[in-house]
């Protein structure tokens, strides 16, 4: 069993940062990638970043690129997701989701935390 549990989210103003924290639970032997997704009301569910577990490749959604890093730490089987100069359009539900090492697919996902940006 994979659990994902996110923490870090909050109400911040426009400009301000927060960093997004995903623990992962110990048996995480079978995944392969880490990635942050969103979700605002009404809208489909997008890609934030990601992060392979073995060589720290990360990708970004052109959004967020230059704003917002991932980062993991091996050690701890956590993932994170600096969060800066934010704006009111990063707000939404974040997710942390993980790879299956039989499937490739993101097959594990956290209950999700929210953030709001004010103006």
């Known amino acids: 069993q994979v659990q994902l549990v996110e923490s870090g989210g909050g109400l911040v103003q426009a400009g301000g940062s927060l960093r997004l924290s995903c623990a992962v639970s110990?048996?995480?032997?079978?995944?392969?990638?880490m990635g942050w997704f969103r979700q605002a009301p009404g809208k489909e569910r997008e890609f934030v970043a990601s992060?392979?577990?073995?060589?720290?490749?990360?990708a970004y959604a052109d959004s967020v690129k230059g704003r917002f890093t991932i980062s993991r730490d091996n050690a701890r089987n956590t993932v994170y997701l600096q969060m800066n100069s934010l704006k009111p359009e990063d707000t939404a539900v974040y997710y942390c989701?993980?790879?299956?090492?039989?499937?490739?697919?993101?097959?594990?996902w956290g209950q999700g935390t929210q953030v709001t940006v004010s103006s």
């Open positions: 992060i392979t577990w073995s060589y720290g490749r990360t």
């Open positions: 110990r048996r995480t032997w079978d995944t392969y990638d």
């Open positions: 989701a993980a790879t299956s090492g039989a499937t490739m697919a993101y097959d594990y």
